[in-house]
Nanobody, 123 residues
Framework: QMQLVESGGGLVQPGASLRLSCAAS???????MGWFRQAPGKEREFVAA????????DYADSVKGRFTISKDNAKNTVYLQMNSLKPEDTAVYYC?????????????????WGQGTQVTVSS
C-alpha cells in the first residue's frame, strides 16, 4: 500500500475553480490512481481515474468537460483540476491508488486511500 495526502480543497463560489493535489509516498508510475468524493448522507462515488502511465482516463458523467485528472510521475503526484464548480460538487474528495496496469473506476478496487480534502461550493 501507499501513503496518500490530498490538498487543495476549500470554500469557493459557484463557477470557480480549484486544483486538488494528491502526493504519494511511492512511485506512481506503477499505480493506477483515482479520485472519489463523498457528500454528507451519500455513498462514495467515482469522479475520475487515470492509468499508471496516464494513457487511459475516465470520468464520471457528472464532471465530464469540467474536471481534468492528470499525473506527474516525476513528482509522484496526481491532480484534479476542477472548473465551473457547482454546489452539487460539494463533498470530501479522496485520492486512491492501486498497483495495477488497468484503469479502475470503482472504489472497491483500490487498496490505498488518502484522508480526504473538503470541497465546498456555495454562494
Amino acid at each position: 500500500q501507499m501513503q496518500l495526502v490530498e490538498s487543495g480543497g476549500g470554500l469557493v463560489q459557484p463557477g470557480a475553480s480549484l486544483r486538488l493535489s494528491c502526493a504519494a509516498s511511492g512511485r506512481t508510475f506503477t499505480y493506477a490512481m483515482g479520485w472519489f468524493r463523498q457528500a454528507p448522507g451519500k455513498e462514495r462515488e467515482f469522479v475520475a481515474a487515470i492509468s499508471r502511465l496516464g494513457g487511459n482516463i475516465d470520468y464520471a458523467d457528472s464532471v465530464k468537460g469540467r474536471f481534468t485528472i492528470s499525473k506527474d510521475n516525476a513528482k509522484n503526484t496526481v491532480y484534479l483540476q476542477m472548473n465551473s464548480l457547482k454546489p452539487e460538487d460539494t463533498a470530501v474528495y479522496y485520492c486512491a491508488a492501486l498497483r495495477t496496469t488497468t484503469l479502475l473506476t470503482y472504489s472497491s478496487g483500490y487498496d490505498s486511500w488518502g484522508q480526504g480534502t473538503q470541497v465546498t461550493v456555495s454562494s
